[in-house]
């Protein structure tokens, strides 16, 4: 396999205002939205809200963006192919691990000359993108002895006992191709589940464990983990209250997991900026679980 220019990356959030600067979707500039530290580009000065920032990645809807809100990589590479010729792409030989899942594939003829096209079999996977791709040049225009064509993959790691993380991937998926139906209840289920995790975790340090799962099973339900035992819990561990439009979003996204589950759809049809909202809202949460659970195990330690 020929190629070059092989590079990764995350995609950073750009400053709003001069662009020129990318900032790095951290735990860091997470935790110091929950925070309230004020944040400014260090070239324009423009304050920044860490919120309306990453607002935007769902607004654009561009893969590489759009992905890197769940740890999503950007490996881009330039490969040459021949006119009617069959180019296999091997996206591990690119060192992307074979146990990963691959998001998006885009293919950019840099000359003319030709298209690369997906060759399948008698019968095409629709949605699975393999690690291996076969890819025929597809004569175009005037004919060129090798068209660069510039690549890029979008992929995120998948290491095994993530089942939580992989339902809000799994919802930031059907979000990018417009099904906001389908991206509720995955993002729900990782929000509650790992809330339930927390809390599960949290609370067996006073009482047994059989007693802690049938309270959260059979008396305090998400509803009531979120809204109270959440902020009861940061309140003692010294951490910052979730803020309140998220939490609103999560009991918003929470009314339409329901009614999916219990109609089949929701009661009206859900728009690409509700759902931006709150998948937006669901990342937060996650993030600001995973820095709670942080603060709980080195205050408890
Ligand atoms: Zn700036």
């Not at 002895?145 to 799994?170: F, G, H, M, Q, R």
Request: glycine share 6%; aromatic share 10%.
């Amino acid at each position: 396999m020929e190629y070059s220019l092989l590079h990764t990356n995350i995609e950073g959030t750009p400053c709003p205002d001069c662009k020129e600067i990318s900032f790095e979707i951290s735990s860091e500039n997470l935790s110091n939205y929950f925070l309230k530290q004020e944040m400014k580009c260090p070239k324009c000065g423009t304050k920044l809200d860490w919120w309306k920032l990453l607002l935007r990645h769902f607004e654009w809807g561009i893969p590489s963006y759009l992905y890197s809100i769940v740890g999503g990589l950007r490996t881009t590479v330039m490969i040459h192919i021949k006119p009617n010729e069959t180019f296999e792409l091997d996206l591990v030989k690119l060192g992307i691990p074979e146990e990963s899942k691959i998001l998006h594939v885009g293919y950019t003829p840099n000359d003319k000359g030709l298209f690369p096209l997906e060759i399948h079999g008698n019968t095409p996977y629709r949605h699975f993108i393999p690690h291996k791709i076969l890819l025929f040049g597809r004569p175009i225009g005037e004919p060129c002895e090798k068209t660069p064509v510039a690549v890029s993959i979008d992929w995120v790691k998948n290491p095994v006992n993530n089942e939580i993380w992989n339902n809000l991937i799994e919802s930031v998926e059907a979000f990018s191709i417009n099904r906001f139906q389908s991206s509720v209840i995955p993002a729900n289920v990782a929000v509650e589940a790992k809330l339930n995790e927390i809390i599960d975790g949290y609370l067996s340090r006073y009482a047994s464990v059989k007693r802690v799962a049938d309270f959260l099973t059979s008396g305090a339900t998400y509803s009531h983990q979120l809204n109270i035992l959440l902020p009861l819990i940061a309140s003692f561990e010294d951490f910052p209250i979730l803020p309140n439009d998220i939490r609103g979003s999560l009991n918003e996204l929470r009314v339409y997991r329901n009614e999916i589950a219990h109609k089949g759809m929701t009661t009206k049809p859900l728009e690409k900026s509700t759902m931006s909202t709150l998948l937006c809202s669901a990342s937060f949460a996650m993030g600001y679980l995973k820095l709670l659970e942080e603060k709980i195990n080195k205050n408890h330690l």
